[in-house]
């Protein structure tokens, strides 16, 4: 067709859609997962490929076949519902979470021992890391040249050469310390393949994708379709790989750095140990450019959304605001910051699951806007109350701990689920019965 574009445009794109996806916590959780897993390291990374892997791809698909980014999942429920929904989610991938964490991780994995003895270090670098995340986030029809053809390739053979130290001279064997798990190691790793965010950043990487090919000129529906599919199956496998050896990483490094309060600290002991400084320059390299991509990703789905949804600064203007915030917030520390994503996420992450499950199936439902409000309603209803219990809110532990527990799968995070499928079926017998 004359839509068609080359088959290098399609691996570039790819190759972009996969640097979008690894980013700050791609990098430093599934050290953290293989370290504390123990002997349970298969079923603790299958639970974490789960939701950092299929869930995100999952997701990208949902997008390709609706054409479009969030406002698309969301078009079916109440314009208020909608632009919450949009608003909370497009702000905890944007600046008040996943975007100030990929500079800090790129900060202290790449030069903050080396210029930890200035004060205002950390602020310089996360002023200079989102100066150039707005440079290049102000041309998002560029993003196939700069990120798919230039720096995607220049991270995966970073990646190639760490990979290659790590799965052929490891610094230990692998599993063979207890776990350390509150949870089952199932429970763990999907746990901890939300805090990659990448399923939320799905619902807002879709659009950047299908813009991205608009840009080279693909307009046919059913090619964007297939082209933003094939881009999401590319990033899948690559992230398989990086999390898989990752994993690996972390479950053979119990001698170089035990106990460890988080990957970042397991990644960077490791590769020292295994390359030595040149190693650091490497690992170095490799965080900054993944963090960057995805910082770039992120503030251009930004843009996208809230100019479309509030056109009062137009792209550009929110671009602008959403780095100047995020390299705010950037100044805080990790550990402080991944303490208040995890609650949050607990809220959030629900309704983004069902919102791709249900775009999915919409062609199949009677009534989209009654499914959407009686699916979604409980499953945010349960997750509200798992999230602030996180959070250490008396009366929501009390509620998750006690009426809460007694439902399927809760303690692996997923009590909402069966209250969703209920929703569900009580909106098919619904509509069933007023058709009768």
Request: charged share 10%; proline share 5%; aromatic share 10%.
């Amino acid at each position: 067709m004359s839509s068609s574009i080359k088959s290098t445009d399609v691996i570039a794109i790819g190759l972009m859609t996969f640097a979008l996806f690894l980013g700050a916590g791609n990098m430093i959780f599934p050290p953290y997962l293989g370290q504390v897993a123990g002997p349970d390291l298969v079923v603790a990374t299958i639970g974490f490929l789960l939701t950092g892997v299929g869930l995100p791809l999952l997701g990208v698909i949902a997008a390709a076949r609706l054409g479009g980014g969030l406002s698309n999942f969301t078009r079916d429920l109440p314009q208020w519902v909608s632009i919450v929904v949009g608003l909370v989610l497009y702000l905890a991938i944007g600046p008040l979470f996943a975007a100030p964490r990929t500079a800090i991780v790129a900060w202290e994995m790449s030069v903050a021992d080396i210029f930890e003895s200035y004060d205002s270090g950390q602020m310089i670098y996360s002023a200079v890391f989102f100066a150039i995340t707005l440079w290049l986030s102000l041309f998002p029809g560029r993003l196939i040249d700069n990120i798919g053809k230039v720096i995607t390739p220049m991270l995966v053979l970073v990646l190639l050469s760490i990979a290659v130290g790590v799965v052929f001279f490891p610094l230990g064997p692998a599993g063979n310390v207890a776990p350390t798990l509150e949870d089952s190691a199932f429970s763990w790793g999907f746990q901890q393949g939300y805090q990659t965010m990448d399923t939320l950043a799905s619902l807002a990487f879709g659009i950047v994708i299908i813009t991205a090919l608009r840009e080279r000129g693909v307009s046919d529906s059913a090619e964007l379709t297939r082209y933003t599919i094939t881009a999401g199956v590319i990033a899948a496998v690559g992230l398989c790989a990086v999390y898989v050896t990752l994993a690996y990483l972390g479950a053979t490094s119990h001698t170089v750095v035990p106990g460890a309060e988080n990957g970042a600290d397991i990644l960077t002991s490791y590769i020292y140990q295994l390359y030595g400084q040149w190693g650091m320059f490497l690992l170095g390299a490799s965080i900054t450019l993944a963090c960057l991509t995805t910082s770039v990703g992120l503030m251009t789905a930004c843009g996208e959304y809230f100019s479309e949804t509030l056109p009062i600064l137009g792209y550009r203007g929110f671009v602008i605001l959403c780095t100047f915030v995020s390299a705010l917030i950037a100044n805080v520390g990790l550990n402080e910051l991944l303490e208040l994503t995890i609650p949050a996420l607990l809220i959030i992450y629900p309704v983004a699951i069902c919102l791709i499950l249900l775009a999915l199936v919409r062609d199949y439902l009677k009534n989209p806007p009654r499914t959407y409000l009686m699916t979604l309603f409980p499953v945010f209803v349960v997750g509200f109350i798992d999230g602030l219990a996180a959070s250490s809110v008396e009366w929501a532990k009390v509620i998750s701990e006690g009426s809460l527990s007694v439902l399927p799968l809760h303690d692996e995070s997923l009590g909402w689920l069966l209250p969703g499928i209920v929703g569900l079926m009580l909106s098919m017998v619904g509509k069933k019965a007023e058709e009768d």
